[in-house]
């Protein structure tokens, strides 16, 4: 069997990103046959609402769930080439998207005051 990926979410009532707003389903979009379908999916439907900050995606893969903190201090607010040309950090796997949150938080918040820096979460 190929692998599926989703794209899952919704508007959820704070930034913590645990309970969806008006006490909603999490949207699911999918199944896509790639992960470059899926994040095309998720690229739309981020920037549909990329005024809202209440609003998140997230892609997983099948029923498998293996998030990793990917990110680091990058050259331009671009984000696009780390400064010191190393690859991107890489921090995981966590088996729940909520454990991997945390490091996200935790790495984001350590490091607020640098505009450079981004970390984002992925599924692998």
């Given at each position: 069997?190929?692998?599926?990926?989703?794209?899952?979410?919704?508007?959820?009532?704070?930034?913590?990103?645990?309970?969806?707003?008006?006490?909603?389903?999490?949207?699911?979009?999918?199944?896509?046959?790639?992960?470059?379908?899926?994040?095309?999916?998720?690229?739309?439907?981020?920037?549909?609402?990329?005024?809202?900050?209440?609003?998140?995606?997230?892609?997983?893969?099948?029923?498998?769930?293996?998030?990793?903190?990917?990110?680091?201090?990058?050259?331009?607010?671009?984000?696009?080439?780390?400064?010191d040309g190393d690859?991107?950090?890489?921090?995981?796997?966590?088996?729940?998207?909520?454990?991997?949150?945390?490091?996200?938080?935790?790495?984001?918040?350590?490091?607020?005051?640098d505009a450079h820096?981004?970390?984002?979460?992925?599924?692998?």
């Amino acid at each position: 069997m190929a692998d599926e990926y989703w794209v899952i979410g919704g508007e959820y009532t704070d930034t913590d990103f645990r309970s969806l707003r008006d006490g909603k389903a999490e949207e699911r979009h999918g199944p896509f046959d790639s992960l470059e379908a899926a994040r095309a999916e998720w690229a739309g439907l981020s920037m549909s609402q990329v005024d809202n900050a209440m609003v998140r995606y997230r892609i997983e893969r099948g029923g498998e769930a293996e998030f990793w903190v990917v990110g680091g201090r990058y050259k331009t607010t671009e984000f696009r080439v780390i400064a010191d040309g190393d690859p991107e950090e890489r921090h995981g796997p966590f088996a729940e998207y909520d454990d991997a949150m945390k490091e996200w938080q935790a790495r984001s918040m350590a490091r607020i005051d640098d505009a450079h820096v981004r970390y984002r979460i992925e599924q692998a």
